[in-house]
C-alpha cells in the first residue's frame, strides 16, 4: 500500500477478496477503509481474484495483462474444471492447488477486468507521493509491470 497526502494506491488485489480484505485492515488501519487505486501487476490469479473486494477503487492494468484476464472471465472454478486445465495443460497443478485451498469454503470466483489501461508506462500523483508504474515483462509473465515510488 502506497500511501499520500491526498489518496492511497494498493499494489495487486491479493488471491481472494477475504485476503484484500484482510491487507487492506492491517495496514490502512480504520474500519471499512479502501484504497482509492489499485495496480495490477500481472494477470496471474493470486494477484486479481481479490479485485471484487475493491468494487470502489479505480483499478489500473497494463492493456496485456486486461487482455490475458478477459481470457479468464468465462472459466469455471469447480474442482472438476480445475482438473480438467491441469490435463489439458492450461492450468499448472500447483496454482490448482493453491486455488482449491484458498477456496475451500465457496468457490464463487469473479474475474473482474480493470477499469483504466495502458500501453507502457503510466504516472500517478498520491499528492506528495508519486507512482510510476512501467511494463517490464519478464519470464514469469510477459504482461509484467513494476510500480516504482519516486
Not at 24 to 35: S, V, Y
Not at 71 to 77: A, I
Not at 87 to 92: A, V
Request: net charge negative; glycine share 6%.
Amino acid at each position: 500500500m502506497v500511501v499520500g497526502n491526498n489518496k492511497t494506491l494498493m499494489i495487486d488485489a491479493g488471491n481472494s477478496e477475504d485476503h484484500a480484505n484482510y491487507f487492506i485492515q492491517r495496514t490502512l488501519k480504520h474500519e471499512n477503509a479502501k484504497p482509492d487505486m489499485v495496480v495490477l501487476t500481472h494477470w496471474h490469479w493470486d494477484h486479481i481474484f481479490g479485485l471484487p473486494a475493491l468494487p470502489d477503487s479505480v483499478s489500473i492494468a497494463s492493456a496485456q495483462t486486461r487482455k490475458e484476464m478477459e481470457e479468464l472471465v468465462p472459466f469455471s472454478w469447480s474442482d472438476e474444471a480445475i482438473d480438467e486445465r491441469v490435463r489439458e495443460g492450461t492450468e499448472i497443478e500447483f496454482c490448482a492447488k493453491a486455488i482449491k485451498e484458498e477456496y475451500q469454503g465457496h468457490r464463487d470466483i469473479q474475474v473482474v477486468l480493470p477499469d483504466v489501461t495502458f500501453d507502457r508506462r503510466i504516472e500517478i500523483d498520491l499528492g506528495g507521493v508519486t507512482c510510476i508504474v512501467q511494463h517490464v515483462g519478464g519470464d514469469h509473465a510477459a504482461d509484467s509491470v513494476i510500480v516504482y515510488v519516486k
